[in-house]
């Protein structure tokens, strides 16, 4: 079956530093891929590349066998892709209940007219509300986006994601920040979200047990390059993540935590 996303050697210099170097990758649709690397191996970049934040140097980028990469963020979104951190539409003196309707609402208008009738509206109103169930925020529907909590307001944007119907979710560090209370709850909205079996999901994560459990698949990159990329078990068997990143480099309490 032809990979959802797909890139084929792609790179990008900064000046004389290469960030991310010939990385070609396949990620079969409904898979869940988590991406790992110490600070600075350009897990961060990859997403911007596949993002659209940033276009490659060298190499290519193919949505359902098509080059992506010439196109903007803005497009990339419009096709699919969906980056948490960089939701913008987020309105902050607007309830998470009108967010997220909001969304569900741009998304509808594109597709079909759905207010002609009140019954459409209820429609509406429904679908967010299953939205914010989904991503456990249903009991601060009434609260005021910018006066939620660093987890909840993390938790909107996932909402958003979905809203739009993101098929791609691009998901970076989403715990980081977060309080120890909050890191499980969102972990569940996560396993919700792969339970659901929808979406596509690449995870740029530091916490080795949640990508040990979640993941179907693992990248490693090192220095820009791609060092491995296989099933959990593959990567950690796998002797030359061992040496370049598992064993050495990172810190033990980072891989357990
Ligand atoms: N816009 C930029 N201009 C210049 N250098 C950049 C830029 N963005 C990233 N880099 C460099 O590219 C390399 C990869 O950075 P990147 O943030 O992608 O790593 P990372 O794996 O996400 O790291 P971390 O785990 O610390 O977030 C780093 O050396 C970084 O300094």
């Not at 997220?100 to 019954?119: D, K």
């Not at 972990?187 to 179907?216: C, F, P, Q, W, Y």
Request: net charge negative; charged share 25%; glycine share 8%.
């Amino acid at each position: 079956m032809q990979p959802i996303l797909k890139t084929e050697n792609v790179t990008i210099q900064f000046g004389g530093q290469v960030a991310v170097d010939h990385v070609s990758c396949e990620i079969p649709e409904k898979h869940f891929k988590s991406i790992i690397g110490p600070n600075g191996a350009g897990k961060t970049t990859f997403f911007n590349l596949l993002s659209g934040e940033l276009k490659p140097t060298e190499g290519d980028i193919f949505l359902r066998g098509e080059s992506i990469s010439k196109l903007s963020s803005v497009e990339r979104a419009r096709k699919g892709i969906g980056r948490s951190f960089q939701i913008t539409n987020v309105f902050p003196n607007l309830t998470v209940l009108e967010n997220v309707r909001l969304a569900v609402q741009s998304r509808a208008g594109i597709c079909y007219q759905m207010f002609r009738y009140s019954s459409s509206y209820k429609q509406l109103i429904e679908e967010t509300e299953k939205i914010l169930s989904e991503v456990i925020l249903v009991d601060k529907k009434d609260a005021i986006a910018s006066q939620l909590s660093h987890g909840e307001k993390r938790k909107l944007e996932i909402a958003m994601l979905i809203a739009l119907d993101s098929t791609i979710l691009l998901l970076d560090e989403p715990t980081a920040g977060m309080s120890l209370e909050e890191v499980p709850i969102i972990l569940d909205v996560i396993r919700n979200i792969k339970l659901a079996g929808e979406k596509t999901i690449l995870l740029i994560e530091h916490k080795m047990d949640l990508i040990l459990d979640l993941s179907d698949s693992i990248m490693v990159l090192f220095n820009g390059q791609l060092i491995a990329d296989g099933s959990p078990k593959e990567i950690m068997n796998n002797e030359m993540v061992e040496n370049a990143y598992l064993g050495g480099l990172y810190d033990d309490d980072i891989i357990k935590s």
